[in-house]
């Protein structure tokens, strides 16, 4: 069974810094992309970052020169390096992993809030 454990939340004043992680376990297929998507409150959710096999990243544009996405393949780890964090990038972040059939594996989110 894949499992993804996001780790790294928190609370975090404006202009600060934060460093998502996510692990997986029980991946026995090939991985096309690992990433990042987040959800705020009645909103819908949305990439973040995303980093595939080859080292192609893709940033959104709210979050470029801030967010920095790396990836370990050997161990199937993903982590999100957020900078200059703003109000609002509070949001409930999940881990995303897409098999070479594009199908997709969620973890259960990490929560960050960003306030003063």
């Known amino acids: 069974q894949v499992q993804l454990v996001e780790s790294g939340g928190g609370l975090v004043q404006p202009g600060g810094s934060l460093r998502l992680s996510c692990a997986t376990s029980g991946v026995n297929f090939s991985i096309y992309a690992m990433g990042w998507y987040r959800q705020a409150p009645g909103k819908q959710r949305e990439l973040v970052a995303i980093i595939t096999n080859g080292g192609t990243t893709n940033l959104a544009d709210s979050v470029k020169g801030r967010f920095i996405i790396t990836r370990e393949n050997a161990r199937n780890t993903v982590y999100l390096q957020m900078n200059s964090l703003k109000p609002e990038d509070t949001a409930v972040y999940y881990c995303?992993?897409?098999?070479?059939?594009?199908?997709?594996?969620w973890g259960q989110g990490t929560q960050v809030t960003v306030s003063s």
């Open positions: 995303n992993v897409k098999d070479t059939f594009l199908r997709n594996f």
